[in-house]
């Protein structure tokens, strides 16, 4: 019944089996189900969302008898996911047009959708919204929301004075100020904040450490650089393909080739990104040779 094609649906969404929830569309379909139930209906748009099939979700959505505020969510988050940004900020403004009003859920996805087309003039409008509630310090999850934004945006200023008005911080609260220090050049600044954040207990995770490593290239601190490869060697998070590569890019923009190259050579897992960026560092500090000689070596590989 409807119950039971609602809860596989959640399913083939965890894991984009678009192939079976296509089956159960058809099923859907002839049984009439689609007209009579917006759960259902909601439970479609979402799992052609999650499984990447966006142009099915909204189609989907505009055969909907009701469109109610979790069907929203389920179209602006997904093209949010999806990194289609535009979209989902038209489907924000249509919701609100329609008189629904939004939810935390909602406001996340939307402030996503803002950072991935830069819209910082929406942006500012959600967070003004967003503060009409009262205090929204303790709301860990739309304050991290919002230090993104404005990160991806470019205002430093203000995803820093964000952070600071937080009550709550979480690692990923932390790690999204220092990845916007470092992404924008600033690594002293990403640096000065790491050591603030393991001064408060912190713990890093994965996106901390690529953060602070590009801070480490950005500013040429091979010593920053240099002991975080020892705190992470022998750890899961070290043996990470991104963290690894990291450490390598590191080590060639810090001018220690030899060393970038001791990192590729250890590495459990490379991938094209790993390759190339030991290919590129040899080829940056005038060892063309040896250039060549990987770049041969990685297509005996058939990467």
């Known amino acids: 019944d409807a119950i039971t094609y609602v809860c596989i649906l959640k399913a083939c969404g965890i894991l984009g089996s678009l192939e079976v929830g296509e089956d159960?569309?058809?099923?859907?379909?002839?049984?009439?189900?689609?007209?009579?139930?917006?759960?259902?209906?909601?439970?479609?748009?979402?799992?052609?969302?999650?499984?990447?099939?966006?142009?099915?979700?909204?189609?989907?959505?505009?055969?909907?008898?009701?469109?109610?505020?979790?069907?929203?969510?389920?179209?602006?988050?997904?093209?949010?996911?999806?990194?289609?940004?535009?979209?989902?900020?038209?489907?924000?403004?249509?919701?609100?047009?329609?008189?629904?009003?939004?939810?935390?859920?909602?406001?996340?996805?939307?402030?996503?959708?803002?950072?991935?087309?830069?819209?910082?003039?929406?942006?500012?409008?959600?967070?003004?919204?967003?503060?009409?509630?009262?205090?929204?310090?303790?709301?860990?999850?739309?304050?991290?929301?919002?230090?993104?934004?404005?990160?991806?945006?470019?205002?430093?200023?203000?995803?820093?004075?964000m952070f600071d008005e937080m009550i709550v911080r979480n690692v990923y609260s932390w790690s999204a100020v220092i990845a916007a220090y470092a992404q924008h050049g600033k690594g002293e600044d990403a640096l000065k904040l790491f050591n603030l954040m393991l001064n408060h207990s912190g713990l890093p995770n994965k996106v901390t450490f690529i953060s602070i490593l590009d801070a480490c290239a950005n500013s040429k601190d091979l010593v920053v650089g240099t002991c975080t490869r020892t705190r992470l060697i022998g750890t899961e998070i070290g043996c990470d393909v991104v963290v690894a590569t990291s450490f390598v890019n590191m080590y060639a923009k810090c001018g220690n080739v030899r060393e970038a190259r001791k990192v590729f050579d250890v590495m459990l897992e490379r991938n094209v990104i790993s390759w190339n960026a030991m290919i590129s560092a040899y080829a940056q500090h005038g060892e063309g040779m040896e250039a060549i000689q990987l770049y041969k070596k990685m297509k005996e590989n058939q990467v």
């Open 24 to 161: 159960i569309n058809v099923e859907v379909r002839k049984q009439g189900l689609l007209q009579k139930n917006v759960v259902l209906g909601t439970a479609l748009v979402d799992m052609y969302a999650k499984c990447g099939a966006l142009e099915k979700a909204q189609e989907v959505f505009e055969q909907l008898p009701e469109r109610n505020l979790v069907s929203w969510n389920a179209l602006i988050s997904g093209y949010a996911q999806n990194g289609l940004g535009d979209e989902a900020l038209k489907c924000f403004r249509q919701m609100k047009d329609t008189g629904i009003s939004p939810t935390e859920i909602t406001y996340v996805s939307t402030l996503k959708a803002c950072g991935l087309v830069g819209s910082l003039v929406i942006g500012k409008e959600i967070d003004a919204e967003i503060r009409k509630w009262g205090v929204i310090e303790n709301d860990t999850v739309l304050c991290n929301s919002l230090v993104n934004m404005y990160s991806k945006c470019g205002d430093l200023k203000a995803a820093r004075i």
